[in-house]
């Protein structure tokens, strides 16, 4: 397939001057609010306090995963890792995919250098759920029919992470880290298309393009082992308020989200490149967010 290297796109198969833009989703921590007979589980142990979602925006995909795969190759090859668990193949971690979390630090240091050899845009929304905890009991007051799913927090994220990113380009191809055993093709997909009609209503403008949503495994996408890292780096900044991995990869974020700061805006307070997120700014966040649920 012709490759457009530089601008991150390729021409679709069979479909002449068609282009079609590459995105890969992965998520951290988890949406989950309560657990068996509606025990809330945020802040108990092995729940997380913040759910995210990140997007990528990579400029050259395949090369990533072929440079991902060359470093992996070379890390399984070098007898200093030789007896290291995660580095074996039973144990279906580093010796088949890069994932933070499963990672030696020494194994980090090289991946975190490489992701920042290429060129990626990183984009990513937060939420914290004791707010979105707060938000459900608020409606569960006017509406005590409404029950809280887990795929609507993720589904509302898709949605506004992706709002002004599906009008630039005739095609595009999204690539989300495979959740579970469900097939949420369709769903993921809808909620493209809903924030692709609401953004161009906004804007006055027709914009016609066509969505593929391919639900795929890290280990068949090296892109999405490089999302992984973005998310653990930020992961560690909102849960543990230790910003030194998010310092190394800032330079290639965009765009990250803190849904529930609404001190400036009711929208959520949005850092950049002009506004940097630290582990103060957050820890000033969560001081106003630190009323407790209702």
């Known amino acids: 397939m012709p490759k457009e290297r530089g601008k991150g796109i390729d021409r679709k198969p ?59 190759a070379r890390l399984l090859a070098d007898s200093y890792f030789k007896d290291v668990p995660s580095m074996q193949p039973e144990q279906r971690k580093t010796a088949l995919l890069f994932h933070a979390k499963d990672d030696l630090p020494e194994v980090r240091r090289e991946v975190f250098a490489l992701i920042q050899r290429h060129t990626i845009r990183f984009s990513a929304i937060a939420h914290d759920k004791l707010a979105i905890l707060a938000y459900v009991r608020r409606h569960n007051e006017t509406d005590p029919a409404y029950h809280y799913r887990p795929n609507e927090l993720y589904d509302f994220m898709v949605r506004r992470l992706f709002k002004e990113r599906l009008h630039k380009h005739s095609a595009y191809r999204v690539c989300f880290a495979r959740r579970g055993r469900a097939d949420r093709t369709e769903a993921l997909g809808r909620a493209l298309d809903i924030a692709r009609r609401r953004f161009a209503g906004q804007q006055g403008m027709a914009v016609n393009v066509a969505i ?50 609404s001190r400036e805006k009711e929208y959520g307070r949005y850092y950049t490149q002009q506004r940097p997120l630290t582990a103060a700014a957050l820890k000033q966040a969560e001081g106003y967010r630190s009323q407790p649920p209702r």
Do not use: M, N
Not at 39 to 57: H, T
Not at 228 to 254: G, M
């Open 212 to 261: 593929e949503v391919v639900p795929v495994s890290p280990i068949q996408e090296g892109a999405l082992q490089a999302v992984d890292y973005f998310l653990w780096a930020l992961q560690r900044t909102f849960e543990k308020h230790e910003d030194r991995f998010l310092r190394l990869l800032w330079p290639q974020c965009s765009l990250v989200i803190d849904a529930d700061d």
């Open 14 to 72: 069979g479909v002449a001057g068609i282009e079609r833009k590459h995105y890969f989703v992965d998520e951290a921590g988890d949406p989950t609010l309560f657990g068996a007979r509606g025990k809330v589980l945020v802040g108990s142990e092995g729940c997380s306090r913040y759910f995210i979602l990140g997007l990528a925006d990579v400029k050259d995909p395949p090369t990533l995963a072929a440079d991902l795969a060359a470093l992996r």
